[in-house]
């Protein structure tokens, strides 16, 4: 994982939960898990490069009994990471349409894992 400056406005959280991201011209989406969360955005490896800048639709599953966090998204960077098998995609993608609800529903998730690790 990534451990150099962090220059991100709001926090993030190491936490592993489900995503569906799917670029608004295409059809097919793609499911992973996220590496970390906050309530600006996600970074999550993909097994497929979605394109810088590019508007996504996000399905969000923080696993927590509550129901999927629906938004959309833009691609933010991308880092092509080559493991035994294939290539990934680490990618950090920023909401762009969250409702303030779910954007709460992130931060209490955030807050609660980093007061855990002090």
């Known amino acids: 994982m990534w451990s150099g400056i962090n220059r991100r406005k ?4 190491n936490y592993p939960c489900v995503i569906s991201v799917k670029r608004k011209d295409q059809d097919d989406s793609v499911s992973a898990k996220t590496e970390n969360i ?3 955005g996600i970074c999550v490896m ?3 490069d979605l394109g810088i800048f ?4 996000i399905q969000l599953d923080l696993m927590d009994g509550q129901p999927v966090i629906r938004c959309d998204g ?3 960077w991308v ?3 080559k493991t035994d098998k294939n290539k990934i995609f680490d990618t950090g993608i920023e909401f762009t349409d969250i ?4 954007a709460m529903r992130i931060n209490d998730v955030v807050e609660k894992i980093l007061s855990n690790n002090e």
């Open 10 to 13: 709001f926090p993030r959280a």
């Open 38 to 40: 906050g309530i600006g």
């Open 46 to 48: 993909l097994p497929k």
């Open 54 to 57: 590019a508007p996504v639709e």
């Open 74 to 76: 833009a691609i933010v």
């Open 79 to 81: 880092v092509a990471k």
């Open 99 to 102: 409702k303030r609800k779910d």
